[in-house]
């Protein structure tokens, strides 16, 4: 099914809310499994959130969520945007069901007005926007560099001057590359970070390599249209919270929240 979805029909599943998924196998038929280790469910999510915040995400801005899955990381972007600012991309719905059923319920998605559609080819255009922020949380962990590329090649399509794409990969630990040209899950793959590179650069995007934590150790980029000048060390060092960043935003008449791609 490739078509947005408008209306998603919420997971009726008994007692889902209560069933976190603890004995759970990864990639295992359970909305927390499927994603990755159950147990680190929270950190996972919280960790993209928590970044995204640093790049200055503000209740006004737009996120597409690339492989928005359950919502682990996408349940606190839903939260926190005002309604109608989250758009999630996923090719599993029942996944998208359980993660709302579980996380908000009914009531909630109506208040809160997110976005889905489900496919596989990263066919972002299909939302017929641009968004402020992308987030890909483990998408290239398994992906062969001819879907990095298609997502690369997509994202640019969506993105504005202001955009800032977080992704995610594993990166190499022999100095090779995944050469198949299969999905790997719940195996993974890894690059070296020029390949990386290269494959964002081939796509007319810059590519910022840079270290966050993460529980699986996987590695950061910070992508952007060309000649941006992205401060990564500055966003990294907590600046949008600042003292000093709230003066520079009454110097410019920008204390109010808003959106590059209203």
């Known amino acids: 099914m490739e078509e947005q979805v408008d209306n998603i029909d919420l997971s009726r599943k008994e007692g889902l809310h209560s069933q976190f998924g603890e004995v759970e196998d990864i990639g295992g038929d359970h909305y927390r499994s499927f994603v990755g280790p159950p147990n680190y469910y929270d950190l996972v999510g919280v960790t993209q959130f928590n970044l995204l915040t640093l790049f200055g995400m503000r209740e006004t801005s737009s996120l597409l969520d690339i492989g928005c899955g359950s919502l682990r990381g996408g349940r606190f972007a839903i939260l926190y945007l005002r309604p109608g600012r989250y758009f999630g991309i996923d090719r599993e719905e029942w996944l998208i069901q359980d993660g709302l059923q579980s996380h908000f319920g009914e ?152 959106s590059a791609t209203n």
Not at 171 to 189: A, R
Not at 216 to 242: C, M, R
Request: with cysteine; proline share 5%; glycine share 4%.
């Open 107 to 258: 009531e909630q998605v109506n208040r809160r007005q997110p976005t889905f559609i489900i496919d596989e080819d990263f066919t972002f255009t299909k939302f017929d926007r641009k968004f402020d922020f992308l987030m890909a949380n483990s998408i290239f962990t398994h992906a062969p560099q001819w879907q990095v590329s298609k997502c690369m090649t997509e994202a640019q399509k969506v993105m504005v001057p202001e955009t800032v794409f977080l992704a995610t990969f594993f990166e190499s630990l022999d100095g090779t590359d995944y050469e198949g040209e299969e999905w790997l899950y719940p195996d993974i793959v890894r690059y070296r970070k020029e390949t990386i590179s290269n494959i964002v650069n081939d796509a007319g995007l810059d590519c910022h390599h840079f270290e966050w934590p993460h529980p699986f150790n996987q590695k950061w980029i910070a992508v952007t249209l060309p000649g941006i000048g992205l401060d990564v060390e500055k966003a990294l060092s907590g600046h949008v919270y600042s003292y000093e960043a709230a003066l520079e935003r009454r110097r410019t008449e920008t204390t109010w929240p808003g």
